[in-house]
């Protein structure tokens, strides 16, 4: 970007992340702001690898992202070989993005290395299989995995999340040779986007509906919030040549039932099979 | 950042991650990788409002983060009465930068919005009680989080996370109003960092024991890995006046047991009367 770039540019983002003028002007605007704003998910790579030290530099920048109490309780495998993705991308319901991209990134909630700090040193970790902590495993590699979304994006690559790696817990765990106690959160599609496959900005929720100030609100400024999203994410997928379907209907069509869950209805019954204590 | 930014600046960056040398070089350097790689907790905030128009904008940044299936399932509370910023420091254990900061957010998991959107549209949401719900708004809010958190460093604010907000989640709940269906991830207490007090880049684990190749692995070089961090992190604390202790005792502490947990031994629980189900 070498345009200057001012508070103006800020608004003009933020309109095309919401489709309504009613958001307050940004105090100031910078590049990260810009980067973060215009995030949109790509599917569609072209067939070469990342430059050398790129992979090692988003996961310094997601390795700095914070960490409950620094326990760093998370890790990530890295999948390059073509077979092995191609194996993972039929477990995530053959997405063919993951066949597709450069690196196919795993984000693992890891607890077996405190578990196997405390046997060497001798000591206990008895709070390893409680919920609290399997919630700790989760959170640290998201926040992890969002700052290497960001960090990739500085550097020209773009990515998918795959929450399928939910989909076939105990097969990916095999795929990947995970120990007890380590479990794959989701899976992260990373490349050089395809410049000819254009992508767009999906709209958002507008900010009463999310953003609420001193104690939890609903009502009708929620429900306009709702509406307005219904309408314009209709016009979203219009314009990508999507099917035509407004917001609530898509969402509540995933949440319908287990039927509708991808095989995630047994997370929990995956988890004890994997070691994953939820006391 | 006035100065030309290059690939060498990025080397400086990461060594000041990790205290080692043996990292590749970046392929290419700019403001946002230095942004995510100085990354520290701040707990020292000046008494001043945030600019206007900072909030929003940083809200917008955090909307902008990928959510699973677009089913936006979190929200998130901004606390600036005095009162209720001292509640909720109280709830987390007295913590005084929840009662200094300029605002204090509370990150949810909202799975109440889809909820009312099926009883509005008469239809079902038979998916809403399963662990995978629950972890599906965990990670929305901390991948929403993270965005946020960068947005806010791009202004010069600075921020801490705080997980104690899971140590009383009932009382939390009830002071923010939360409907059922709703839990509060961890909170965030944000602010201008104050500048008398120096904060340090604190070093983490050597990737060998973070990123995997096509495999999980363990062995010499994560052990190493973890011995490098553990003198790294000794350094660290005397540097920074903080008591004199390596990371594996500090982070097997932590973990010992229920005890150890600040009452969040109880979650399972406490989700349990906030009507958060774990199908």
Redesign the interface.
């Known amino acids: 970007m070498n345009k200057p770039i001012g508070a103006r540019d800020?608004a003009a983002a933020?309109y095309a992340?919401?489709r309504r003028e009613d958001?307050?002007?940004?105090?100031?605007w910078?590049?990260?702001?810009e980067?973060?704003?215009?995030?949109r998910?790509y599917r569609n790579f072209l067939p070469q690898k990342l430059?050398?030290?790129?992979?090692?530099?988003i996961?310094?920048?997601a390795?700095?992202?914070?960490t409950?109490?620094?326990?760093?309780v998370?890790?990530?495998?890295?999948?390059?070989?073509q077979e092995?993705k191609n194996r993972l991308a039929e477990l995530a319901g053959g997405q063919q993005h993951v066949r597709d991209c450069a690196v196919f990134l795993i984000w693992?909630s890891d607890l077996?290395?405190?578990e196997?700090?405390?046997e060497i040193?001798k000591?206990?970790?008895?709070?390893?299989p409680?919920?609290?902590?399997f919630?700790?495993g989760?959170?640290d590699a998201?926040?992890a995995?969002?700052?290497a979304?960001?960090?990739l994006e500085?550097?020209g690559l773009g990515s998918?999340?795959i929450?399928a790696m939910?989909n076939h817990p105990e097969e990916v765990a095999k795929?990947?040779?995970?120990?007890p106690n380590?479990f794959a959160?989701?899976g992260m599609a990373v490349g050089a986007p395809d410049p000819t496959v254009p992508t767009g900005v999906?709209p958002?929720?507008g900010?009463a509906?999310?953003?609420?100030?001193?104690?939890?609100q609903?009502g009708e400024a929620?429900l306009e919030a709702?509406a307005t999203l219904d309408a314009k994410f209709r016009d979203f997928q219009k314009e990508q040549g999507l099917p035509e379907q407004g917001?609530?209907r898509?969402?509540?069509s995933?949440?319908?039932?287990?039927d509708?869950?991808s095989g995630?209805?047994r997370?929990?019954e995956a988890?004890e099979a994997l070691g994953v204590g939820?006391?």
Chains 1, 2 share one sequence.
């Open positions: 800020g933020i992340r919401y958001l307050p002007m940004p105090p100031e910078n590049e990260t702001l980067l973060i704003l215009a995030h998910s430059p050398s030290g790129a992979l090692e530099t996961i310094a920048a390795q700095s992202a914070s409950s109490s620094n326990l760093q998370w890790s990530v495998v890295a999948v390059e070989d092995r693992l077996s290395r405190l196997r700090l405390a040193n000591r206990e970790a008895l709070a390893l409680y919920l609290e902590l919630l700790t989760a959170v998201a926040l995995a969002q700052n979304v960001v960090a500085s550097l998918v999340y929450g939910r795929e990947l040779n995970l120990p380590v959160v989701f999906k958002r929720l900010q509906a999310v953003l609420h100030r001193e104690q939890y609903w929620q709702v917001w609530v898509q969402v509540l995933r949440v319908r039932g287990p509708a869950m995630r209805a997370l929990r988890l939820l006391k």
